[in-house]
Every structure is written in structure tokens, then in C-alpha cells.
């Protein structure tokens, strides 16, 4: 029995909204398999829910027509994974999903709660780091829109303001279309784990032999999930061959703020940042059209 | 705060008041005496608790029984038909992919919705499939083989 004083589902997200302003004590549950089981081990006192789990309108994946894919922040893991519109356009979205958990996970959690528990380790944050998604906040007030990396602010701490929901997470053309990409979640066990680090590496190309665009996000790598800018710009314009990707590699450590943690030491996490990159950079160009110079 | 449901369990409809903060595995075990659903982690790590809800494997133990409103449940009670275990029961038995038992209802409930689900499925798929389930005996390789045998009949 979870200390549940009031529960209350909103049909519509226009109610949930209402019911959102007009009570500030409410938590937000879609999920549940993180606040569940925050509640079970006493990290919250007895707690107000308003559920989201009966509204539609927040469980849709489409694409628009002008190319851009929208995920519903309700949508869960099972079905981004399984998505064809994720599958063909951001596959690297639905490998970061299936990475996530194990089944009866992925069949309850939701990309939503996801990111707003702001959390370093979050599965589908360096997918969604390196694909510049947009998230849509909706209140009382209206609706903004607001780079991801902009919503991250600290451990467990994101820019949703009193009284918002997070609606949508939208994925432009110019992001992911004519580029590759591949998520690696590096964790002791092959599910059911928390990632000891995690790297989506997407990237376009100029032909099949130069760089033309790169992005690296890593995932427990930081306070937050960020990217590596500084390899990102080293790699623009460069020839695709194992030099430049060693480089790359190297360079990404820079953008890092590893530290030490049960799970793995400082020095290990940067190791696997150079050597992961690399790998999923790889797969990536790959996966791009493009042929890697070994020579 | 207390709530109304209504929900089909093995095929029998249910309505009760329950507390808001009672999971589904709590209804299954304490009002309704189905205690073939475990108890094991409580945190959605182990997979004991599994059942089916609309034919997908959850963790009752963090799923709110208030969800469960107007679903249709199968837990492990309603798997065997006519007291007769089915197929996947029967291949369980027969290669041994049982030890101490406590992770074995859940075990069946994710293999289940496989076999009914239709579609094919490699041993890495099946893995994957029960990549939720924690058996402590180590009896992966059995209970991994009665799902393969289950799977190509």
C-alpha cells in the first residue's frame, strides 16, 4: 500500500491543467514506475496524484508534414521501440527505448516522466540530445517550446515551472533525416540495469568520405546528460577514417564531467567516453551511407 | 481515499472498493486470495508479480489497482484450462524449469503472452522477452529451453 491520500484522472489535458493550477500539491504520475517506487522507499511523504494515463491526446506519435516527428510524452517505451515512424526516422530513439529496462518496464514507463525526473542516467537522453529535441510545455499560461538541453538543470532538477506539463517531444527534419546514428548503453547487466554510461552518436556526411555534421550525447557522463561540443566542431569538414575517429573520441572526454560513483571511477567512465564514441560513431557513419578510411 | 473498480480477473468480473494506494498484486493476493502472483522485490525488478493486464506482462506490485478499472487481468490461476496445465505449464514440467517455484508464475505469464502473441521468436528474442524475470536457482537455461520447445510446436 503506497501512501496515497488523493488520486484524482484527468481526462483531457485542458483538465489536468486546471486541476494542475488550481492545486500546486499535486504530483504527476503517468507511469509510475519511478514515483511508485520513490513512494515505497519513503523518499516522499503521502502524496496528491493526478494521473495523465487516460489522456489520448499526450499517447500519439506522428509525423507532421513538414517532416517533423512528434512523440507524445505518454508514449511509453514498448511503443517508441516498436514505432515504425521512430523505427525508420530516429532509430536511434527506439534502440536507446529498447535499452531501457526490461519488458514490463518498457510497457508501463513513459518517455515523459523520463525526462522531467531529470535524472543523468535517463535512457532516451543522449538519443534525444543528439536529435536537438525540442520539448513542448504546456499551462495556464500557454505553450513554449524548449530545447532539451536548455530543460536539463541538475541532478534530478529540470526547467518544468509550477503548474506545466511536458506534451511533446518534437523532432525537426534538419536533425535527423540523411543522418546515422547508434546508441551504446554500457551497464553490468544487459537489462534490467542503470547505464554506467551511455553514448548516441549521430552524424551527416559530405559524400561517404568527409564529416559533415557530428553529434555526441552522453548520458552519466555529468550532473546532466550533454553533449561534446568541442568534438562535434573538431569533426566538421574532416576525412572519415580511423585518425579522425580516434580524435573525436579523445576529444569528447573533454566535454565530460565524470565522477566518481559506485558504479564506476572517474578515471573508468572517461575511459569508456573515448572508447565508447568511437564505437558508436563507427556503427553511425555506417549506418550514414559512409566508409570508413583505415588505411 | 477509496475507489471504485471494475475489472475481469481469469475471465470473472470484479467490482470493488479498494484504497487508492493499494497495488494490483495486493488486490490479487489479500481480497481476492489469488496468490499465485509473488511478492518478491516490490520495486519492479524481479518479475514474481507479473500478470497479464489486456495481454501485456506488468509488474502488479508497481501497478496501481485503481488502472486496473474496466481490464481485463490474467494471472497464473487463469493460465491452466479445465484443470489442465497448458502447453507452456506442461513444457515447464517436462524440462525442468522449475526449482523452487517462487519466480515461476511470473516466468510463464511473460512466456505466455509470447506464445499467444503469434509471431516468431529467435532464443535471443526469447531472452529478451524474459529479460524482466529474475530466477535466483539459475535456472535460466531450462525455463529458456521449455519456451523455445513451447514456441516451435
Known amino acids: 500500500m503506497y501512501p496515497i491520500a488523493d488520486y484524482t484522472e484527468a481526462r483531457t489535458l485542458e483538465e489536468a491543467i486546471e486541476q494542475l493550477s488550481s492545486n500546486p500539491g499535486l504530483l504527476i504520475i503517468a507511469g509510475g514506475t519511478d514515483l511508485l517506487i520513490k513512494l515505497y522507499h519513503g523518499k516522499l511523504d503521502t502524496v496528491q496524484l493526478l494521473s495523465l494515463r487516460q ?9 507532421n508534414g513538414d517532416g517533423s516527428i512528434s512523440i507524445g510524452s505518454l508514449s511509453t517505451f514498448k511503443e517508441i521501440g516498436g514505432h515504425p ?11 536507446a527505448a529498447m535499452a531501457m529496462g526490461g519488458p514490463q518496464i518498457r510497457s508501463m514507463a513513459t518517455i515523459g516522466g523520463n525526462i522531467c525526473n531529470g535524472i543523468p542516467s535517463a535512457d532516451s537522453a543522449p538519443a534525444l540530445f543528439a536529435l536537438n529535441a525540442i520539448l513542448k510545455l504546456q499551462s495556464k499560461e500557454g505553450e513554449r517550446a524548449i530545447p532539451i538541453q536548455e530543460f536539463y538543470r541538475g541532478p534530478g532538477q529540470v526547467d518544468l515551472k509550477q503548474g506545466e506539463l511536458l506534451t511533446e517531444i518534437l523532432i525537426t527534419p534538419d536533425n535527423y533525416q540523411h543522418f ?9 547487466r544487459k537489462a534490467m540495469d542503470i547505464a554506467t554510461l551511455g553514448v548516441a552518436a549521430t552524424c551527416k ?35 572519415v577514417n580511423g585518425l579522425t575517429i ?3 573520441g579523445k576529444i569528447a572526454v573533454q566535454s565530460a564531467k565524470s565522477r566518481t560513483s559506485w558504479r564506476a571511477s572517474k578515471e573508468y567512465r572517461e575511459h569508456l567516453i573515448e572508447e565508447l564514441t568511437q564505437r558508436a560513431l563507427t556503427t553511425a557513419i555506417t549506418r550514414a551511407g559512409g566508409v570508413i578510411d583505415y588505411a | 481515499m477509496l475507489k471504485e473498480i471494475s475489472f475481469t480477473i481469469n475471465g470473472k468480473k470484479e467490482t470493488m472498493t479498494i484504497n487508492a494506494g493499494e497495488t494490483l498484486l495486493e488486490v490479487l493476493r489479500e481480497r481476492l486470495h489469488l496468490t499465485g502472483a509473488k511478492k518478491g522485490c516490490e520495486v519492479g525488478e524481479c518479475g514474481a508479480c507479473a500478470v497479464l493486464v489486456d495481454g501485456t506482462a506488468i509488474n502488479s506490485c508497481i501497478y496501481l ?37 517462487y519466480c515461476t508464475p511470473g516466468f510463464v505469464i511473460s ?3 509470447m506464445v499467444e502473441s503469434g509471431k516468431c521468436y529467435s532464443k535471443e528474442d526469447v531472452k529478451q522477452g524474459l529479460a524482466g524475470h529474475l530466477c535466483r536457482c539459475t535456472g535460466y537455461q531450462n525455463i529458456i529451453r ?4 513451447t514456441l516451435e510446436q
Do not use: H
Request: some cysteine; glycine content about 14%; hydrophobic content about 45%.
Open chain 2, 65 to 101: 489497482a485503481v488502472w486496473a478499472d474496466g481490464r481485463e487481468i490474467v494471472s497464473i490461476e487463469g493460465i491452466a484450462k479445465g484443470g489442465l496445465p497448458s502447453k507452456l505449464q506442461e513444457a515447464f514440467i517436462a524440462e525442468g524449469a522449475i526449482q523452487c517455484g
Open chain 1, 180 to 188: 546515422g546514428g547508434c546508441y551504446i548503453k554500457f551497464s553490468m
Open chain 1, 55 to 63: 489522456i489520448k491526446s499526450l499517447q500519439i506519435i506522428t509525423e
Open chain 1, 205 to 239: 556526411l559530405n559524400g561517404t568520405a568527409r564529416f559533415g555534421q557530428v553529434r555526441i550525447g552522453l548520458g552519466v557522463a555529468g550532473p546532466t546528460p550533454l553533449r561534446c561540443t568541442l568534438a562535434e566542431e573538431y569533426a566538421v569538414g574532416k576525412a
Open chain 2, 146 to 149: 521449455a519456451v523455445m520447445k
Open chain 1, 85 to 95: 515512424i521512430v523505427q525508420q526516422g530516429i532509430p536511434i530513439l527506439a534502440e
Open chain 2, 111 to 113: 512466456a505466455t503472452s
Open chain 1, 246 to 248: 580516434a580524435e573525436i
